[in-house]
């Protein structure tokens, strides 16, 4: 004799099975109470959107359970559960959360648990509630999230199966397109990131104590009107340039596919740090297809973006794309700026590397189970490493090939290439983020090759780009613990470190 069903789930696709089965079992309650019976969605994940295990934002999930209700007849109370990390008392913050945004306190006397899966049923049952197992209850047809995959696959049998109202939702609202784009997007994982082992808030801090620095070096190249910022980041770079009063009458615009970067993006913009009303941010992967309309955008910004467009994407190929789709949403005259790592000239160049065997521990072999280790594992055991073992550990962690033979007589010298060795020096002190980083190559395009690829697009170099050799990495990171020289011996200056790009799409274009 309930007076309320309770009904969790992530919602993104609701099924005309769910119509019937809800229906069917709020009558019986009904009529077994003599009063009305409610259904309660306790909408899971409803902080996610535009990931891959959460796809469709939360207002888009309520709107189609609204519609669903009215046009079922049931009676309906829609309550946001934020994600929250695994926990076996989920089904007490789900109850909790429902009561502080609905002021329904529900209990196993007035309430049935509506649930399928059994291990969130197991959680419910424990607390007293009795569950209906809805597709578990039956020979289950499809659920709700293979429904979504098969519109992901572009198999047009979803609509039979999804009630009219999710079909409406996703008509009115484009949902079909990007569901498919992000369910099926190669590069960024599940939860909306670009890998699982980043730490964010480090990367974040990072990126804000820079932007001062990375805002300076690009201003007087950004023309105002409609300014785009893609990998973003948490928006300090964008900060500063509402600081500006030459673009006090610009759109700025800032493009972030990291969940947790672009939701901190989100939360600055409501708590009034950008004074500038024209300020926008949009969770996209860049990588997806266009972003922006054909030569709609007068200045894009690109800091320390393009290498994890090569590493996580398909290296030259993905990169290409990127440029290209830069150039087409460029307005003539506009200018794209792009400030990141850079492979030395002469990258496939054969060179000895000295590192020091005496900062830390050398043990016989390198571990192969970091991949499975904590994080903070991790991190200790690295930072007890000389820099000759860091080496060998990233030779086994990198993504990329990494050929390197040890000089026989001296095990502080290996043979690899110019540009293996700026791959791993350029890494070996990101402890913190170890796995992340050996996943990416900083390495993979020199500044030939971006000339190269930029002027076979159409752009026109500004005599401003160029690479350079950030001479605080040699002096603090690189010098005390390492050195380079050619295969017969003579020392080697360092190469360049990073690039800068400024690059203008003709006017007569």
Not at 169 to 188: A, I, K, M, N
Not at 195 to 204: E, F, H, L, M, N
Not at 444 to 456: I, N, Q, V
Request: aromatic share 10%; charged share 25%.
């Amino acid at each position: 004799m309930a007076r309320y069903l309770l009904f969790p789930g992530r919602h993104h696709v609701l099924t005309r099975f769910q119509a019937d089965y809800l229906s069917r079992l709020a009558a019986g309650e009904a009529a077994a109470s003599d009063g009305p019976c409610t259904v309660v969605w306790a909408v899971t994940s409803a902080n996610h959107g535009n990931t891959r295990r959460n796809p469709v934002p939360y207002h888009r999930r309520e709107a189609a359970i609204e519609r669903f209700s009215v046009l079922t007849g049931l009676r309906s109370v829609v309550a946001p559960v934020f994600d929250v990390a695994a926990t076996d008392r989920f089904a007490e913050v789900t109850v909790k959360t429902v009561a502080a945004v609905t002021g329904l306190e529900l209990t196993p006397a007035d309430t049935v648990l509506a649930c399928s899966t059994p291990e969130v049923a197991a959680m419910y049952r424990r607390l007293g509630f009795p569950v209906a197992g809805v597709e578990a209850d039956v020979d289950p047809p499809p659920r709700p999230w293979d429904v979504l995959l098969r519109l992901a696959a572009g198999d047009d049998s979803w609509r039979d199966l999804a009630h009219p109202a999710s079909v409406d939702v996703f008509d009115r609202y484009g949902l079909e397109g990007h569901v498919r784009s992000v369910v099926d997007d190669p590069v960024v994982g599940a939860e909306g990131g670009l890998t699982a082992t980043r730490d964010y808030r480090s990367y974040a801090e990072a990126f804000a104590e820079a932007a001062r620095r990375k805002w300076d070096a690009v201003r007087r190249y950004v023309r105002p009107g409609r300014i785009v910022d893609i990998g973003c980041g948490a928006g300090a770079v964008l900060e500063l340039a509402d600081r500006e009063p030459a673009l006090r009458e610009s759109d700025l615009i800032g493009v972030e596919v990291a969940r947790h970067l672009f939701e901190e993006c989100v939360h600055k913009k409501a708590q009034g740090t950008f004074s500038n009303p024209n300020v926008y941010f949009y969770q996209r992967n860049v990588l997806g297809g266009a972003v922006f309309a054909p030569r709609s955008v007068d200045s894009t910004l690109t800091f320390a973006l393009t290498h994890e467009i090569w590493s996580y994407g398909e290296r030259m190929a993905s990169v290409r794309r990127f440029v290209q789709a830069i150039y087409d949403h460029t307005v003539p005259g506009g200018v794209w700026i792009n400030s990141d790592v850079c492979g030395p000239d002469g990258a496939d160049r054969p060179v000895r590397l000295r590192l020091s065997t005496a900062d830390g521990a050398n043990p016989a072999q390198p571990r192969t189970d970091l991949a499975a280790a904590p994080p903070a594992e991790v991190a200790a055991y690295l930072r007890g490493l000389s820099t000759r073992a860091r080496l060998d550990q990233f030779a086994v962690d990198f993504a990329f090939p990494f050929d390197h033979r040890p000089v026989d007589g001296a095990p502080e010298v290996v043979e690899t290439t110019l540009g293996a060795a700026m791959d791993f020096l350029t890494r070996k002190d990101y402890p913190d983020n170890w796995l992340s980083e050996t996943r990416e190559q900083f390495c993979g395009l020199e500044y030939a090759d971006w000339k190269a690829l930029l002027a076979d697009v159409g752009f026109e170099i500004d005599p401003a780009s160029g690479a350079w050799r950030n001479d605080w990495i040699v002096d603090h990171r690189l010098a005390p613990v390492a050195s380079l020289s050619t295969l017969d011996g003579r020392p080697m200056d360092w190469p360049v470190t990073h690039v800068l790009l400024v690059a203008r799409r003709p006017v007569n274009t």
